[in-house]
């Protein structure tokens, strides 16, 4: 049977508060760094526009029943060809046809600035988080930090009580070292209302576009080619209008 622990104030004031505060300057404290660190770079206005119309795409498969057949296939047709226009002076291209673009970490090692932006990004993610987990670990090990006030099952124990080898606590307390992870992956919300959306502070993000390099527009933009090819259209409005009057028929009735 799992047991009912009675946490010191202490704790709470010593570990629990000082480790969140903590947490929270290191990322308005890396934020601030990686701005400074970041270089200054002009972004290719041709990337920026093969962006624009990959994002368009997307949006036209994900909206596709908001408009009527017709509009749909030709916007289908638009996307859909091996060569596409960004401009009224249709100068920059972007084909769908595989094997012509360049491998993005071809471009990468090719281009020194982008390797080097590449390896400051990583630095400010690693160094911060080993020295944060190391003093973590070095003063408050084997602290049970927090309960969480509603029951969880056995399978929440490895990630909730990480440092704690007792199978008589019950799940929902919560360790120090635990209580780390946890807010190293949950101070999203919080970074964005007090830095913005565009923040430098994402780690579960970062970690996950380590493993790729560079922009490749050609591939996404025929994935999103194939996407819409197999969207199948059927206009919404229409059948709004007869919701609406069936509803209203209720209400009157």
Known sequence: MAEDLVLDTAIRDWVLIPLSVV???IGVLR?????????????DIKIVKEGQVIIRARYLRAAANF?????????RHYYSNEVRYFSPEREWVITCTKGQAQNPQAQMFSDPNMAMDMMKKNLSMIIPQTLTFAW?????SGFVAAKIPFPLTQRFRAMLQNGI???????????SRSWYFLNLF???????????????TDDAQRMMQMGGFGFDPTRSLGAEKD????VQHDW???KFEQRATAVLKKLVS
């Not at 970041?38 to 972004?43: E, K, Y």
């Open 31 to 43: 934020y601030f760094v990686s701005k400074l660190i970041r270089s200054d770079q002009v972004p």
């Open 236 to 238: 919404a409005l229409p």
């Open 23 to 25: 947490m929270v300057l």
């Open 186 to 200: 949950g101070l999203r919300g919080l970074f964005s209302l007090i830095l913005g959306e565009d923040n430098a």
């Open 165 to 175: 080898d007792l199978s008589t606590v019950d799940v929902s307390y919560v360790s």
């Open 227 to 230: 996407g819409l090819d197999i």
């Open 136 to 140: 973590v670990n070095f003063f408050f």
């Open 67 to 75: 408009i009527p057949a017709k509009s749909f296939r030709a916007r």
